[in-house]
């Protein structure tokens, strides 16, 4: 089992910056390729941004390339999203996830979930 708490989120203004980190523990946190998705209300759950194990490369959906910069700490079990020049339109749940293996844009494919951070983003 691996046990994800996010934080970080909260009210900010379009054009501003939030940080939300996503703590982890229980299996070896190393092992594990994390994602990051968000939910808007009546919208299906999104790929953000994904990095593998050891965090030699990452991905992002399209909506936030150039915007936001996913990170890991395996020292410290920790995933980050730095979110830059945010929109009305990023405001969502954002979640981290825990899969063994390679990065997936499908939530489907994730086997470990947090319990998601608010984001709001007002114009």
């Known amino acids: 089992q691996v046990q994800l708490v996010e934080s970080g989120g909260g009210l900010v203004q379009a054009g501003g910056s939030l940080r939300l980190s996503c703590a982890a523990s229980g299996r070896t946190f190393s092992n594990y390729a994390m994602g990051w998705f968000r939910q808007a209300p009546g919208k299906e759950r999104e790929f953000v941004a994904g990095i593998t194990w050891s965090g030699s490369n990452t991905y992002y959906g399209d909506s936030v390339k150039g915007r936001f910069t996913c990170s890991r700490d395996n020292a410290k079990n920790t995933v980050y999203l730095q979110m830059n020049s945010l929109k009305p339109e990023d405001t969502a749940v954002y979640y981290c996830?825990?899969?063994?293996?390679?990065?997936?844009?499908?939530?489907?494919?994730?086997?470990?979930w947090g319990q998601g951070t608010q984001v709001t983003v007002s114009s």
């Open positions: 996830a825990a899969r063994l293996s390679t990065v997936a844009t499908t939530h489907r494919e994730y086997d470990y």
